[in-house]
């Protein structure tokens, strides 16, 4: 065990397989997945202060402003202070960066480089099942039954802005708001890039740099 708690954030764009790593992170050494999706979908679905306010932005088709997102993550983070956790989909943008500052230090952070050919193809494969947030893609996570959620049983959508011709507004949106959060990273020391085309291949690398921070709860598994 670490002698201090890790806090560690990954960044990457829709379709870089940042759920899938993060998955194999909890997995193999405990940390808790902290995902502001998830998080914001349980506040909706629940009807809270957070939720009803983030609704009437998304009611609009308006993206959820940092100071509501900032509120809903920080309060989550308060219950886990004495947890290893890893940060995803926040912070995106600069000034949800500085309010994660203002209550903790940043041990590592992880930024997945896909080219834009790979994310395009990988987004207009994939799927959701809307009430969970399930992500499916046609490639390599494909559903038991086509079009069908594995546990549900309920239909699965492709979201609009996951059809090609959305993507590539998505994918520029996400990096005029994700520079300056990388840079900030970069200039303190903590920030690791990683390349490539296939999970599994930049996955051996994120291992070994998780195994130098905190001991492993299992050995690496070949995926």
């Given at each position: ?14 379709g ?32 809270t ?93 494909p ?33 005029d ?38 001991t ?8």
């Open positions: 065990m670490a002698s201090k708690l890790l806090r560690a954030v990954i960044l990457g764009p829709p870089s397989g940042k759920g899938t790593v993060c998955e194999r992170i909890a997995q193999n050494f405990g940390l808790q997945h902290l995902s502001s999706g998830h998080f914001l979908r349980e506040n909706l679905k629940a009807s202060e957070v939720g009803d306010t983030a609704k009437q932005y998304l009611q609009k088709g308006l993206l959820v402003p940092d100071h509501v997102i900032t509120r809903l993550m920080v309060s989550e983070l308060e219950t886990r202070s004495t947890q290893h956790w890893l940060l995803d989909g926040f912070p995106r943008t600069l000034v949800q960066a500085e309010a994660l500052d203002r209550i903790c230090d940043v041990d590592l952070v992880i930024s997945l480089n896909i080219p834009f050919e790979t994310l395009k193809d990988r987004l207009s494969r994939r799927w959701i099942h809307p009430s969970s947030g399930r992500v499916y893609n046609l490639d390599f996570n559903p038991q039954v086509l079009g069908v959620d594995d546990i549900t049983g309920e239909p699965l959508v492709q979201q609009e802005d996951d059809k090609p011709e959305a993507v590539a507004a998505k994918l520029r949106q996400y990096k708001a994700a520079k300056p959060v990388i840079e900030l990273y970069k200039s303190r020391g903590v920030l690791h890039q990683f390349s490539g085309t296939e999970t599994n291949k930049i996955w051996p690398y994120v291992y070994t740099l998780f195994s130098n921070k905190i492993p709860i299992r050995s690496q598994e070949a995926y």
